[in-house]
């Protein structure tokens, strides 16, 4: 069983930055897709950034320009660097890695966004 180990939350003023981590305990079969998604009170889950093993990636409009996804596959980890947060960044974040045969998810780590 692939455990995912979130670290990095925490609370932050805004205009502020934080470094999220996600480390898998094994190597997971590739291809694979790693990202974050996030679930802000109140509101769905919805996916933040993803990263594929070419290393292409996607992110939602209201992050673009301020966050940066990137992965270690030698270290099993991927990262979420966020730049300039804001209160609505506020959420629990989720890793998730994917392929063609499972879904593996992290148990979150909250991110706060305030003065």
């Known amino acids: 069983q692939v455990q995912l180990v979130e670290s990095g939350g925490g609370l932050v003023e805004p205009g502020g930055s934080l470094r999220l981590s996600c480390v898998a305990s094994?190597?997971?079969?590739?291809?694979?897709?790693m990202g974050w998604y996030r679930r802000a009170p109140g509101k769905e889950r919805e996916l933040v950034a993803n990263?594929?093993?070419?290393?292409?990636?996607n992110y939602v409009d209201s992050v673009k320009g301020r966050f940066t996804i990137s992965r270690d596959n030698g270290k099993n980890t991927v990262y979420l660097q966020m730049n300039s947060l804001k209160p609505e960044d506020t959420a629990v974040y989720y890793c998730?890695?994917?392929?063609?045969?499972?879904?593996?998810w992290g148990q979150g780590t909250q991110v706060t966004v305030s003065s």
């Open positions: 998730n890695v994917l392929n063609v045969f499972n879904t593996y």
């Open positions: 990263i594929d093993n070419y290393g292409r990636t």
């Open positions: 094994r190597i997971i079969n590739r291809p694979n897709t």
